[in-house]
C-alpha cells in the first residue's frame, strides 16, 4: 500500500465511527418548519425534480466526494456511481490526486454513464500543478464539473500536511477561467463564510459547496491518526473549528445573493435537505452517511437515496410545499 492509500484507508475506517462525527451536534434541529396540518396536495403528487449544472436530476442532493484510491476505493465508488445512474443523483468523486500521479485508470464514468459526475481536487494541488492536473482530473472521468475541496485545517492536523497557502485563489480564479467545465468550490467540514465566499465570487467562482460544521470532523479523524504527542497538544482546541452548516447557509444567501449554493456538512435524512433548501441552497450533498451503503452494494446505496427521497417528500407534505420552490418559502421559525 503506498502512504496515499494507507491514509485513505484509515479515513474510511475512522469516519464510519461516531466519535469522529461533530460532538456539538449539527445545529439542523434547532430549525424547525411550522407545522402544516392541512397539506392541501397528496403526498405522491410532490415534485422533488431539481436542477442542477443545466439538467434535471430525481431529488436536491448529490452524493458527497469521498475518497478513492484505496484498496476498497473501487468498490466503493463503483456502489456510489452505479446508484447515481439508476436514481439520477449526481455523484462527486473523492479526491483524484493518488489515482492521475499513479496513473490509475478511472472507472466512474463506466459505471454511470449518464449521471452527473463532478471530479475533486485539492486546492494546494492545484496550486502545485495547475490547470493541466484539473483537466486531467476532469478528463479521466469526463466529469460535468471539477470540485475543488479548501481543507487547511486538516493540512495542519495531517502528519506532513500541506501548510503553504499562498497562491491558492489565483490558482482557482485560473482553473475557473479556463477549465472546460464549471468549478464548484467546497470545504470538508469546517465551512465557507460569508467573507470568503465573497472573494471565490469576485475570482469568479459560481458555485460554493459550503460543507459547514456538523458532521464528520477532520481534525478529530487527523487526530487520530497523529502519533506525535506534541501535534496533538497544538492541535487540541481546534477540534471544533469552524461554523455550523446551518449558520453559514443563510449568512453566505444574504451575502452572496447570486452565488449558486450547495448545502452540506452534517445533513443526515431528508428533513436536513428540506432546512438547507429553505435556508438558501440550490442543492444539497452528504457524504459519511453513503459510506456505509457504499461498503455493502449498489442496491444498498439505491435504497439509502430512496429513504432520502421520502424524507424529503415528508417534509414537503408536511410544510404544505408541492414543489422545492413552494419548499423555499416554507415558514420556519
Ligand atoms: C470517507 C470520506 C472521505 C472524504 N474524502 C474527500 C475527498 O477526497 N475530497 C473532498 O473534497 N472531500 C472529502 N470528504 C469530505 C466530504 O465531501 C464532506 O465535505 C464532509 O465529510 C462533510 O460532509 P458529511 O458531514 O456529510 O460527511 C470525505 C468525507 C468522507 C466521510
Keep these: 500500500m503506498t502512504d496515499i492509500s494507507s491514509r485513505k484507508a484509515d479515513h474510511i475506517n475512522l469516519a464510519l465511527q461516531s466519535e469522529h462525527q461533530s460532538q456539538q451536534g449539527s445545529g439542523f434541529d434547532r430549525l424547525r418548519f411550522e407545522p402544516n396540518p392541512l397539506p392541501q396536495v397528496a403526498l405522491e403528487e410532490i415534485d422533488l425534480n431539481s436542477n442542477f449544472l443545466q439538467q434535471t436530476i430525481s431529488a436536491p442532493f448529490l452524493i458527497g466526494a469521498m475518497t478513492g484510491g484505496c484498496d476498497n476505493g473501487e468498490l466503493i ?48 494541488q492545484l496550486q502545485k500543478q495547475g490547470l493541466d492536473m484539473a483537466q486531467r482530473a476532469v478528463d479521466s472521468i469526463a466529469a460535468n464539473g471539477l470540485m475543488i475541496h479548501l481543507n487547511p485545517l486538516q493540512e495542519l492536523v495531517q502528519p506532513n500536511g500541506d501548510r503553504d497557502w499562498n497562491m491558492v485563489l489565483e490558482a482557482i480564479e485560473h482553473c475557473v477561467a479556463n477549465l472546460s467545465v464549471p468549478v464548484i468550490v467546497k470545504e470538508v467540514g469546517a465551512g465557507i463564510g460569508p467573507g470568503s465566499a465573497k472573494r471565490l465570487m469576485d475570482a469568479g467562482v459560481q458555485w460554493v459547496e459550503v460543507a459547514g460544521r456538523g458532521g464528520t470532523s477532520w481534525a478529530s479523524i487527523e487526530l487520530a491518526r497523529n502519533g506525535s504527542a506534541r501535534e496533538r497538544e497544538i492541535a487540541a482546541p481546534f477540534i471544533d473549528w469552524g461554523m455550523d452548516t446551518v449558520e453559514l447557509l443563510p449568512a453566505v444567501h444574504g451575502a452572496c445573493p447570486t452565488l449558486n449554493l450547495i448545502g452540506s456538512g452534517g445533513v443526515r435524512h431528508g428533513l436536513d435537505i428540506a432546512r438547507c433548501i429553505r435556508l438558501g441552497a440550490q442543492t444539497t450533498a452528504l457524504a459519511q452517511p453513503f459510506l456505509k451503503p457504499a461498503l455493502e452494494s449498489t442496491e444498498a446505496v439505491i435504497e439509502k437515496i430512496a429513504i432520502l427521497q421520502e424524507q424529503l417528500r415528508w417534509a414537503m407534505f408536511l410544510t404544505g410545499s408541492q414543489n422545492l420552490s413552494q419548499l423555499r418559502n416554507a415558514t420556519i421559525q
Design 77 to 124: 465508488n463503483r456502489h456510489l456511481a452505479e446508484a447515481a445512474e439508476a436514481c439520477n443523483i449526481p455523484m462527486a468523486v473523492g479526491s483524484q490526486r493518488a489515482a492521475l500521479e499513479l496513473g490509475t485508470q478511472q472507472q466512474a464514468r463506466r459505471w454511470a454513464p449518464s449521471a452527473i459526475l463532478l471530479g475533486n481536487l485539492g486546492a494546494t
